[in-house]
């Protein structure tokens, strides 16, 4: 797993570059963050074979969102990420 945050050079924000780190990584976790930038990063990453793994996700900063359950249910069945990060699990969204 490939940790990126907004300070990591080469992380993966274009469909060339996340083919490259499939060279030698298994899946990406970015700073939900970045997501939020680009969130084609998803398809791209996939398209790479690589699974997509963001985080950190919490109650106290839900982003853009009204709430982090919501922040969580969209990269989940919006965007289609494979799993996530958080420090909220009793809000998890089991279903759309």
């Known amino acids: 797993m490939f940790l990126v945050s907004d300070k990591t050079p080469d992380r ?46 919490r109650a106290s900063q839900p982003g853009k969102s009204a709430s982090v359950r919501d922040e969580m249910a969209y990269l989940l069945f919006t965007l289609g990420v494979d799993e996530l990060f958080t420090d909220n699990p009793d809000l998890f969204p089991r279903t759309k």
């Open 12 to 57: 993966g924000d274009s469909p060339e570059k996340l083919k490259a780190i499939a060279a030698w990584a298994t899946g990406m976790g970015p700073n939900k963050a970045i997501l939020e930038k680009t969130p084609d990063i998803v398809s791209w990453a996939h398209a790479a074979k690589l699974t997509v793994t963001p985080w950190t996700f």
